[in-house]
Antibody
């Protein structure tokens, strides 16, 4: 049974960098069949895709966030990570890591439990 | 960029049929996925590739997609189906796009 677990600070100051890690267990992040992504959900609002990465390191990002986002992968630790720079209160959200099929299908078949990140001084 | 539009809310009586729509330009040319999200929980896939149910999803959930509109239908709606529902598709302009979500109320 695949399990994804987000970890990282729950509070980030404005203008600083948000950093989260997703640890994958019960399956290999190096699977050729899947991409690994980050999705967020501001309180009381809808889902927003942030970006995704393949085990090889190939990435693609939401154009609206691309300038501030970097996603990386560490296959030796079965983890992938999110960095978002210059955060503001608008970046306060529950951040989910997830597994999905490749582009043009992108069916998200497994989600982490989510972690709330608040941006506040 | 590509957008998917859902009604903010839909109400249905127990045992009746609920229909939740998702609209987008030439959406019928794309695969649509539907997710159910209950308060405080992660989303769960309920329909994939327009019409298919993952293992463990009740048969009362069905989907269709044609033209500019995809529809999630819940037949014989139960109280446990009260949730937020999100449609999702892939578009070359943005990659992964979600609809704004629909709150289904069973009353």
């Amino acid at each position: 049974q695949l399990h994804l677990q987000e970890s990282g600070p729950g509070l980030v100051k404005p203008s600083e960098t948000l950093s989260l890690t997703c640890t994958v267990s019960g399956g290999s992040i190096s699977s050729s069949s899947y991409y690994w992504g980050w999705i967020r959900q501001p309180p009381g609002r809808g889902l927003e895709w942030i970006g995704s990465i393949y085990y090889s390191g190939s990435t693609y990002y939401n154009p609206s966030l691309k300038s501030r986002v970097t996603i990386s992968v560490d296959t030796s630790k079965n983890q992938f990570s999110l960095k978002m720079s210059s955060v503001t209160a608008a970046d306060t959200a529950v951040y989910y890591c997830a597994r999905h099929l490749p582009p043009a299908t992108t069916m998200i078949d497994s989600w982490g439990q989510g972690t709330l990140v608040a941006v506040s001084s | 960029s590509y957008e998917l539009t859902q009604p903010p809310s839909v109400s249905v009586s127990p045992g009746q049929t609920a229909s939740i729509t998702c609209s987008g330009d030439k959406l019928g040319d794309k695969y649509v996925y539907w997710y159910q999200q209950k308060p405080g929980q992660s989303p769960v896939l309920v329909i994939y590739q327009d019409t298919n149910r993952p293992s463990g999803i009740p048969a009362r959930f069905s989907g269709s997609n044609s033209g500019n509109t995809a529809t999630l239908t819940i037949s014989g709606t139960q109280a446990m189906d009260e949730s937020d529902y999100y449609c999702q598709a892939w578009d070359s302009s943005i990659a992964v796009v979600f609809g704004g979500g629909t709150k289904l109320t069973v009353l």
